[in-house]
């Protein structure tokens, strides 16, 4: 069974930082990742799509890698602003469902 | 951009009660699924549904729980006598294919409250 894990749970930085967030999974057998922002207690919104076949994908100031087989993921946001603050989940894709990770919550300070 | 649409956006219901939570998937889309959100806890996958029927479910989703596209657009969830841990947000997703090469689009949610 799939198990997907994100570090840190929890995050605070200063505007304009560059940070990481890390999703682990234990099958490495997946066809894709997708990484979602979600307001507290509210939809996902999807960001990045990163197929099995590839390494990384970019939007903006987002940054998404794919490592399947040491079972690995990041999502880098580059030059952070308050409005990022969020939580941001990763989720792996095996077939028929997402496996989510737990998230995390990002706060970025002005 | 496309949308999923759910309706409503917070409902609340005595235990025991039936409920229906509603969705309009992406009209292009063909896979369906609903995911609930228990509070604090990782968003969970229920059941997908594909040409008219289950193609697969979780073990939460027992005999409690129903799907049904009553039509071409809505696809509805229904839980037939809610318990107080079915309380959670629940989302309605699509995607047009599967196999991995298209992303998931989720709707913004159903938070359910029993009472």
């Known amino acids: 069974k799939q198990e997907v894990t994100q570090i840190p749970a929890a995050l605070s930085v200063p505007e304009g930082e560059n940070l990481v967030l890390n999703c682990s999974f234990t099958?490495?057998?997946?066809?894709?990742l997708q990484w979602f922002r979600q307001d507290p207690g509210k939809g996902l919104t999807s960001l990045l799509l990163?197929?099995?076949?590839?390494r990384e994908q970019t939007s903006g100031r987002l940054n998404a890698s794919l490592d399947k087989s040491s079972g690995r993921s990041t999502l880098y946001i580059a030059a952070s602003q308050p409005g990022d603050s969020d939580t941001y989940l990763c989720a792996s894709n095996a077939g028929n469902m997402l496996t989510f990770g737990g998230g995390t919550r990002l706060m970025v300070k002005p | 951009e496309p949308e999923v649409t759910q309706t409503p956006s917070h409902q609340v219901t005595q235990m025991g009660q039936e409920v229906i939570l509603r969705c309009v998937p992406i009209?292009?889309?063909?896979?369906f699924y609903w995911y609930r959100q228990i509070l604090g806890q990782k968003v969970e996958f229920l059941v997908s549904f594909y040409n008219n029927e289950i193609s697969e479910k979780s073990e939460i989703f027992d005999d409690q729980f129903s799907v049904e596209r009553p039509d071409g657009s809505n696809f509805t969830l229904k839980i037939r006598s809610t318990k107080l841990e079915d309380s959670a947000m629940y989302f309605c997703a699509s995607n047009r294919g599967t196999g991995g090469l298209y992303g998931y689009t989720f709707g913004s949610g159903t938070r359910l409250t029993v009472v």
């Open positions: 099958d490495s057998a997946i066809y894709n």
């Open positions: 009209s292009n889309h063909l896979y």
């Open positions: 990163i197929q099995s076949s590839q």
